[in-house]
């Protein structure tokens, strides 16, 4: 997979956030960086970084900054501080990528969809599907779980023979998908304006993609959550910075009733999350579900005392079921227990 970041890092949003409940609001720039350091765990599965970046006010003058982050973390990879916004722009690199022996192009138009899965297994089995699949606009969609899960359901997806994918067919385009060079290429050839602005998967107006790879598990994350379709934050909230994050001194406190402000609180058993609870705990997995991109930055994991593992383990299963099938614009829809049962413990 090539990857290529096309961002702007900026605080003005296309579409407003909505509220972040009682979470944190991390700057934008940090948001980036986090989002960044995500996608190292995916490093044995991608060829090539490329990262045309443009930071925004108040963000500019640290440039050096932020690319010696990303260079800590990818060193080969490609910098520029300039979006792509227009058909000349984009069609610079085209043959840069079509140099590269490598079939998967990973667009990543959003700075802020953050890799959540405790390893890289099921992106790598969703690259593969989409690359042995002939139609040329199969796309893998990577985040927006429980979005794209509902649609799955209701536009009659089929469970893939592994089990960990749903497909189904929609002629649209939207910002999260990983797609086929050649459908990049596709689009490239047809559109014609040199003026219209895109910057996104979702400006290709000519050519979409119709055949969607639904993964059964959230292996990606909006970090400002699912406000604009009524998610329960309850449920699938919006997530933030871990204290320590970048210092590499993250604590993690598994199964404490009590919420401590400075780690990271997780227990399958709490009643509500911290979105919506002072007291409630930041997640509810357990401790072999911690994003793979965190373990570097954790300094010390404290456990509870007499814990009973099986307790949190039905506690955790009974989260992802409910984390599977959410209240969506108020309604509702139950996913099949066996589109899930791979990822139940």
Known sequence: ??????????????????????????????????????LKPLDPLISAYFFN????????????EMEEFILDLFPSAKISWYR???????????????SIDDDILFVAGNDDHVFWDSNNDLYKRGLELISQDPDPRAALV???????????????????ECGNFVTYNFDCSVSVAITKKELYNRFLEKEKSTTREFYRLDGWQIEWYSKIYTPTKEIGRHFDGYNHVNMDPNVCPPIEIPP?????EMIIKYGFNEYDPNCVNINPLS???HTVDLNGADYKFTL????????????????????DHAQLITARNNYFKELSSPFYWGRKVEIPTHWIKNHLK
């Open 1 to 38: 997979m090539i990857v290529w970041y096309n961002c702007k890092i900026s605080d003005k949003r296309l579409t407003p956030i909505g509220s972040r409940f009682n979470l944190k609001n991390n700057n934008r720039f940090d948001i980036a960086k986090y989002t960044f350091a995500s």
């Open 53 to 64: 970046l443009e930071l925004d006010d108040p963000y500019k003058g640290r440039e050096q």
């Open 84 to 98: 792509c916004n227009n058909l000349t722009q984009w069609k610079e690199l085209q043959p840069v990528f079509n």
């Open 142 to 160: 990577y985040c927006h779980y429980p979005e794209t899960l509902r649609d799955s359901f209701l536009k009659n997806g089929n469970l893939t």
């Open 244 to 248: 320590g994050f970048f210092e590499k």
């Open 271 to 273: 009643k509500n999350l």
């Open 288 to 307: 072999d579900d911690i994003p793979a991109f965190w373990k570097p930055y954790i300094k010390e994991i404290q456990i509870a005392p007499d814990l």
